[in-house]
C-alpha cells in the first residue's frame, strides 16, 4: 500500500449561523493523501473545499465545527493540527501579508520561527528562498512593501514564505485564479518543480481541469460537501462515472474554464443513499441509486 501523508477519515463539519440551526457543510469526506503526490480537489463554488482544507489546519471560523474518527500525519495520530508540517497557500496573497510591513520582515519571521539562527542569517537565507522563487534583484524585494509588487511576484513570496516553513505537506487553496493566463502558468511550472526536488506532497484545490492535468496525479471531485468521485488523474479524465464529474469535464472542454461551475441536476444529495462503487483500488464513486 502507499504511504499517506495524511490520512482523514469520516471529517463533518457543520456551521452555526446566527437563530438558525447548524448547517452541514462536510458530510463525511474521507482525504488520503499519498507521499509525494499531488492531489487535486475539484468541485463548485460553496461544495466546501476551503472548509475541508481549512479543517485540517484548525483554521475554521468561529461558528464551525469540525468532528472526524481519524487523522494522522506520516502515520502518527495528530493532537496538535497546529504543529503538523504542513503550509498553505491561498487565492488571494494580500489577504496573508501585512501592507505595513517589508517582505524581508515576513520572510525573517518565518525563517527565525523554524530555525535557530541569527538574523543576519535569516537574511541571507531570505534572499536564497527568493532567488528558488524565481524573484529578480531579490535583495532590492526585500526591502519592498508587498504593495509594491505584482500579483504573480506576491504569490512566489507566498511560496518563499510557505517553503521556509519547512512543510511536508502543501496545501495550495486556488494559488492561481486571481492572476493572467501566463503568470498562472508561470506559478504553477515553479510549483511543480519545487514539488519535484522537495519530493513535497501537495493538496492543489482547483476549479480548472486544465490544472489537474498539468499538475495533479490524483482527482477528488467534491459536490455538495462530499466527495462523489475519486480517482487517478487518467482514471476521472477517460473513466469517469459520476454525471457531476462528467459534467465538469465537459465544460472543461468547451473551454469554459472561467465560468463558474454550476449544478444542472439541482437536486440535492443531501438525503439520498449513495452506494460506494470501487472500479479499481484507486477509482471509487458514491453513486445515488438509480443513476447509471
Ligand atoms: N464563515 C462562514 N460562515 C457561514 N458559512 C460559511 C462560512 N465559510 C463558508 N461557509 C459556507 O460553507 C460552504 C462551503 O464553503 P467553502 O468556502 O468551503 O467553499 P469552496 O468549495 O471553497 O468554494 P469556492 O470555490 O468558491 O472557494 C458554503 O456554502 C459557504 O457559504
Ligand atoms: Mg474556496
Redesign the pocket.
Known amino acids: 500500500m502507499t504511504e499517506e501523508i495524511l490520512t482523514m477519515t469520516n471529517l463533518h ?1 457543520t ?3 446566527k437563530k438558525h440551526p447548524a ?1 452541514p ?2 458530510k463525511g469526506i474521507d482525504l488520503h493523501i499519498p507521499k509525494g503526490k499531488v492531489v487535486g480537489i475539484v ?12 479543517s485540517l489546519m484548525d483554521i ?5 465545527h469540525a468532528t472526524f474518527d481519524q487523522f494522522l500525519f506520516a502515520g502518527q495520530a495528530v493532537t496538535d493540527a497546529q504543529k503538523i508540517p504542513l503550509a498553505m497557500i491561498f ?1 488571494d496573497p494580500m489577504t496573508s501579508l501585512n501592507p505595513l510591513r517589508t517582505i524581508g520582515y515576513h520572510l525573517v519571521e518565518v525563517i527565525l520561527r523554524h530555525q535557530k539562527i541569527s538574523k543576519k542569517q535569516a537574511q541571507q537565507r531570505a534572499i536564497e528562498e527568493l532567488e528558488k522563487v524565481g524573484i529578480p534583484l531579490p535583495e532590492k524585494r526585500m526591502k519592498q512593501f508587498p504593495h509594491e509588487l505584482s500579483g504573480g511576484m506576491r504569490q512566489r513570496v507566498m511560496i518563499a514564505m510557505a517553503l521556509l516553513a519547512q512543510p511536508q505537506l502543501l496545501i495550495a ?2 494559488p492561481t485564479t486571481a492572476l493572467d493566463v501566463t503568470i498562472q502558468a508561470q506559478i504553477l511550472a515553479l510549483m511543480k518543480e519545487l514539488q519535484t526536488s522537495e519530493s513535497l506532497s501537495v493538496i492543489l ?1 482547483t ?1 480548472d481541469f486544465g490544472v489537474v492535468a498539468g499538475m495533479c496525479d490524483f482527482v477528488n471531485v ?1 459536490y455538495q ?1 462530499r466527495i462523489v468521485e475519486k480517482g487517478t488523474v487518467e482514471e476521472i479524465f477517460y473513466q469517469a462515472q459520476h454525471p457531476y464529474t462528467k459534467q465538469l469535464l465537459a465544460a472543461a472542454h468547451l473551454g469554459d474554464r472561467d465560468a ?2 454550476r449544478t444542472v441536476n439541482a437536486d440535492s444529495y443531501a438525503d439520498e443513499q449513495v452506494v460506494k462503487k470501487e472500479l479499481s483500488a484507486t477509482h471509487h464513486v458514491w453513486l445515488k441509486e438509480g443513476n447509471e
Do not use: F, Y
Open positions: 463539519v456551521i452555526q449561523a448547517l457543510i462536510i468541485g463548485e463554488s460553496g461544495s466546501g473545499k476551503s472548509i475541508a482544507m481549512k475554521l471560523p468561529d461558528n464551525a487565492q487553496d486556488e484545490v476549479h467534491m460537501g463558474p461551475l
